[in-house]
């Protein structure tokens, strides 16, 4: 088993968001076809809410052949994320039930002044 990558992720709130990164594996792109992913940050590791929860449902765009990962949340819904710290980890599901925490690492939400 591959123990996740480390990245910390920083995002403001009021601003859209939107980070891309590719899922490889000895230089060469995982095919992330038949996968879904999720993406939970909470202030503590066993805190019960969440600060943030992103999947491919909503806010997660998986890239097929080219293994991209692309996180995403408009303005409008950044504007109503709370600042602070926070821990997260990236998780993706193949088709067979195999889940795999790609990264994991601190999520800092950014105050935003202008309203």
Do not use: C, F, H
């Not at 969440?50 to 990962?69: H, R, Y």
């Amino acid at each position: 088993m591959q123990a996740p990558g480390r990245l910390d992720l920083e995002l403001w709130q009021g601003a859209t968001w939107s980070y891309v990164l590719t899922w490889k594996i000895a230089g060469t792109a995982v095919n992330l076809g038949g996968y879904t992913a999720r993406l939970q940050a909470r202030e503590t590791v066993t805190d019960s809410s969440t600060a943030l929860s992103i999947s491919t449902t909503s806010g997660i765009t998986l890239g097929g052949s080219a293994g991209t990962i692309t996180l995403s949340r408009s303005a409008t819904q950044t504007a109503a994320l709370t600042p602070g710290r926070y821990y997260y980890d990236l998780e993706l599901e193949s088709a067979g039930g195999v889940v795999t925490r790609l990264l994991e690492g601190t999520l800092t939400i950014y105050a935003e002044v202008t309203r």
